[in-house]
């Protein structure tokens, strides 16, 4: 091979290593644009990262602050609704002793109108037997064609005056010699659970003076 022709292929030769070097200058300088695209957008991440942050710490401060708003409104309606517990308890006591003897009278006259008999029992429990105590005993007392019918009037029946009726009756029983034929409480209001005490022991229980038959 001449001088002439081996240059001419270490020519040749170079314009190929050149050009595969310049092909991979070009993927080089594109990687580093995508790195630095890349870079920047890890920063507007970031950004939106330390932003979201910020919000979140706000929610969270909102979020404690509502709960301790409603934990006061919480703890307001709690007093409030004991306050009126205490107040219309008060009350309905007040107004049971003043009109439980008046609709006793009532259905008095009514009973004797239809032809029954009506008595007080009004004995002193020495003993306490009924309220574990020495204390007076009262009960109404109906006869209706020969049966014994014991009657409490009372402005709202729970699960105490409930029991405590039901001794009332048996009390009677063994101070009378009297079989008594029916139980009765006529009372406007009687929560379920005096209802189910009643129904275990035999009472009836008259929301209504109606009802009573």
């Excluded at 101070?175 to 029916?182: A, C, L, M, N, P």
């Amino acid at each position: 091979m001449t001088v002439a022709r081996l240059v001419d292929a270490l020519k040749a030769e170079f314009d190929v290593k050149r050009a595969d070097f310049d092909e991979l200058r070009g993927t080089v300088q594109e990687l580093a644009a995508a790195q630095a695209r890349t870079e920047i957008r890890l920063e507007e991440l970031a950004a939106a990262q330390a932003r979201t942050e910020v919000r979140l710490d706000r929610l969270t401060g909102a979020v404690e602050e509502l709960a301790q708003a409603q934990k006061r409104t919480q703890d307001e309606l709690t007093l409030f609704r004991r306050t009126f517990q205490s107040q219309v308890g008060g009350l309905g006591a007040r107004w049971g002793l003043q009109t439980e003897e008046a609709f006793r009278h009532g259905i008095r006259t009514i009973l004797n109108e239809v032809g029954c008999t009506t008595e007080r029992f009004l004995t002193w429990d020495a003993s306490g037997e009924v309220f574990d105590h020495p204390e007076q005993v009262a009960l109404d007392v109906v006869v209706q064609n020969g049966k014994v019918i014991v009657v409490e009037i009372k402005s709202a029946l729970d699960r105490a005056n409930t029991y405590l009726f039901n001794r009332k009756v048996a009390f009677y029983t063994r101070q009378t010699g009297h079989q008594v034929d029916r139980k009765v409480v006529v009372a406007p209001y009687a929560d379920e659970r005096a209802k189910e005490v009643a129904l275990r022991l035999g009472i009836e229980v008259c929301t209504d003076v109606a009802e009573f038959k």
